[in-house]
């Protein structure tokens, strides 16, 4: 561990910090009375880390500190400079647990949650101090956090057989690569603000079934060549993607970016990768592989595929996604992702239309607005109703086994 | 539960710390683990004008070993020296340390700034009276040391004034044939003595004393050299300095410590004379 560099500031006065939290070095600027838990929540987005008392006591905020559990909301965060930050985000990801995380999960060791996170990083600390702890030992050890709804036998046993099958060592977190923390305070002018993206440049290919497939298709007046001459420039795409931004051409035609979507309270923020696949500009076809992470660890993959068709009458914009979805953003619900997506692929190819026709680096350069995107989800939901209510009144639902009878 | 805006300071050096202090005219305090300051700043029972972060003084992170004194500056934190080789050399603080809240509170809090702080109920400053302990402060007109005995006047008050840096303690080390109890009784795990007592016992020449803590606004050491269980007993029980409160009435203290300092004895002695601590 670096001793922290000196430092002076008035009441109230932003101080700078550089720490590292789940690998990735972030650098903040806030006031000296901000607690390393409220940045961890509220400036850098991992509301993984709980505040339950605010005086040390409950241990909800546990954290490991350079190694070490420690009490989030006793400390400053402007005294971490230079230290190694995790929290629960960092210990495990949702399709690649730390086991503790699993034992957790099959030991039924958390009902409401609220403790979990403290008891993980505490329990973590514990069995990479001390791997040989005594199974009667700990109740004691572990008596740092307090789980209101008293979970304490099953947290026990999930511990203890965690001890049990790494004698040898804990396993390391799971999760401490890069990632993208959100609401970062960039620094004073000049200082470092967002953290440098590093790491990892290759895309993964999905695995398994998507979450779900989108299928879009959108008659455009506009030309298959002048819609091609729009699908090819990967900018270009992107400019008509809603809040989405290519920020850097990594060659071989791979690209780093970055989206926003929101949708009601929810805000997600995604950076990472996109490749072109297949650039076929005979059959105009585009397909590209997606990968993009938010800050809870939650993954999206998308596979799509974009195919300017001729017709009589201009083009018609097939796009398929498949998208698989892992983390928080899975529990967005696949049928309103389903919706916020093909919402997402309407407006895209409105704005390829205005580009195409236009020949401007058009639109959509804002996320989707949330109440816009939202409305215009339920309003879909609402026609697909009326529909199906009409459907259902000109033929009335017979009986499943009505015609035996 | 946030703390009231103040001026943050990190100096470099011990004299820019206590240059600091001086500055800030009685309204600074200084800031080490934080365990007990963060919580007191958080809920606005104190509301100093300037914090004085020590953290960065490298001068005063070390552990060393000193004739025979284990020396120990601000910087060190509780868990550190739990692990610390040297420290077996301080039989006392292996047994005194585990007390000490829990293990998330031991990674920042300091061995220092617990004795700064000096709550009746907490632990090293009753070993550092046990054994008799010195205590560096460095303040606007040089250095000096305190004895242990001298240097806690009452709760949460020390010979550390608003200028001054507890730079470090001294913890004499043991002699061969030395041996330590220490143990104390709390509502659960991890939370401040009702009562507690640390013990020493020399084999060569039966010395033997203890310290009670928890039960008066500070750590309180007889000589009881030469007595039996009884006179101990009476002795500690005597010591109960406190009103009885929603944890313990004063009798129930005063069983406590007086059990606790006759088992804590023995256990210094069999210690001593078995050859370990
Ligand atoms: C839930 C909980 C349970 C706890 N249980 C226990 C327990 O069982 N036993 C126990 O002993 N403690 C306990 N503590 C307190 C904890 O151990 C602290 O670590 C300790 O009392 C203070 O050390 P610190 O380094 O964190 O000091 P800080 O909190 O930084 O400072 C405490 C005080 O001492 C002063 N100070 C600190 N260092 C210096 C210095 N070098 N020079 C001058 N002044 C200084 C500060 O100005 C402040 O007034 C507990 C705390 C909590 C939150
Ligand atoms: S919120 Fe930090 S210990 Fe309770
Ligand atoms: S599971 Fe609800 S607080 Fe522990």
């Keep these: ?405 | 539960m946030k703390a009231a805006p103040f001026a943050y300071v990190r100096p470099a050096t011990l004299d820019d710390a206590v240059a600091e202090l001086v500055r800030s005219a009685g309204e600074g305090k200084v800031l080490a683990g934080g365990q007990s300051l963060v919580p007191i700043l958080a809920m606005r029972l104190a509301r100093p004008s300037t914090v004085v972060d020590i953290a960065a003084l490298s001068e005063l992170d070390f552990v060393r070993r000193d004739g025979d004194e284990l020396v120990i500056g601000a910087l060190v934190r509780q868990r550190t020296l739990e692990g610390h080789p040297l420290a077996a050399a301080v039989p006392l603080l292996r047994l005194a340390l585990p007390w000490i809240g829990h293990r998330e509170l031991r990674s920042r809090g300091t061995v220092c700034g617990s004795i700064a702080h000096a709550d009746p109920a907490a632990e090293l400053p009753a070993v550092a009276c046990c054994l008799g302990a010195s205590l560096e402060i460095a303040g606007p007109h040089g250095r000096r040391t305190v004895t242990a005995a001298e240097f806690f006047h009452g709760a949460m008050a020390t010979s550390v004034g608003a200028e001054d840096v507890l730079a470090a303690v001294r913890f004499p080390v043991a002699r061969p044939g030395e041996g330590f109890g220490f143990a104390e009784i709390a509502r659960r795990h991890g939370d401040f003595a009702l009562a507690g007592v640390a013990t020493r016992f020399r084999a060569d020449d039966g010395e033997a004393a203890f310290t009670a803590f928890g039960v008066s606004d500070r750590p309180v050491t007889r000589d009881v050299t030469g007595l039996g269980d009884d006179e101990v007993a009476d002795l500690a029980r005597d010591l109960v300095d406190t009103a009885g409160d929603t944890h313990g009435s004063r009798e129930y203290r005063q069983r406590l410590v007086a059990a606790l300092a006759v088992r804590e004895l023995a256990r210094a002695r069999r210690a001593a004379e078995g050859g370990t601590a």
């Design chain 1, 1 to 405: 561990m670096t001793l922290p560099r000196p430092v002076r500031a008035e009441a109230g006065e932003p101080v700078d910090v550089t720490m590292t939290v789940n690998g990735t070095e972030v650098s903040l600027s806030l006031p000296a009375r901000v607690t390393l838990a409220d940045a961890l929540r509220d400036h850098l987005g991992l509301t993984g880390t709980h505040l339950g008392c605010e005086h040390g006591v409950c241990g909800m905020c546990t954290v490991l500190v350079d190694g070490s559990a420690a009490r989030a909301c006793l400390l400053f965060a402007c005294q971490l400079d230079g230290a190694d930050i995790v929290t629960v985000e960092g210990l495990g990801r949702p399709d690649d647990l730390h086991p503790l995380q699993e034992a957790f999960g099959s030991h039924h060791a958390l009902q409401c949650g609220f403790c979990t996170p403290g008891f993980l990083l505490s329990s973590y600390d514990l069995l990479a101090h001390k791997p040989d702890v005594a199974e009667e030992d700990l109740p004691v050890e572990l008596s740092g956090v307090l789980c209101r709804c008293t979970g304490y036998r099953n947290i026990l046993s999930a511990v203890s057989e965690v001890a049990g099958a790494h004698r040898d060592g804990i396993p390391e977190p799971r999760n401490c690569g890069h990632h993208v923390l959100m609401g970062h305070t960039a620094a004073k002018p000049g200082a470092k603000s967002a953290p440098e993206p590093v790491g990892v440049e290759e895309i993964e290919l999905p695995q398994g079934d998507p979450t779900f497939t989108v299928e879009v298709t959108q008659e455009l007046t506009a030309s298959p060549e002048k819609t091609w001459a729009v699908l090819d420039d990967i900018d270009l795409v992107a400019a008509c993607l809603p809040g989405a931004e290519i920020t850097e051409h990594l060659g071989d035609d791979r690209y780093r970016g970055q989206a926003r979507v929101s949708v009601g309270p929810i805000r997600l923020s995604f950076a990472g990768l996109a490749q072109v696949t297949e650039r076929d500009a005979e059959a105009h076809r585009l397909r590209v592989i997606g990968q993009g992470e938010d800050v809870g660890g939650g993954r999206t993959q998308a596979v799509i595929l974009l195919v300017a068709e001729e017709t009589g009458a201009g083009t018609r914009l097939r796009a398929t996604a498949q998208v698989y979805l892992t983390g928080r953003i899975a529990q967005f619900g696949r049928a309103l992702a389903g919706d916020v997506s093909r919402r997402m692929f309407e407006q895209f190819a409105a704005a390829v239309e205005e580009t195409a026709v236009s020949g401007v680096r058009t639109t959509a350069r804002k996320p989707p607005g949330a109440l816009a995107l939202l409305a215009a989800t339920l309003a879909a939901k609402a026609r697909e109703w009326g529909r199906r209510l009409r459907r259902a009144e000109h033929n009335p639902p017979t009986h499943p086994k009505g015609t035996q009878r």
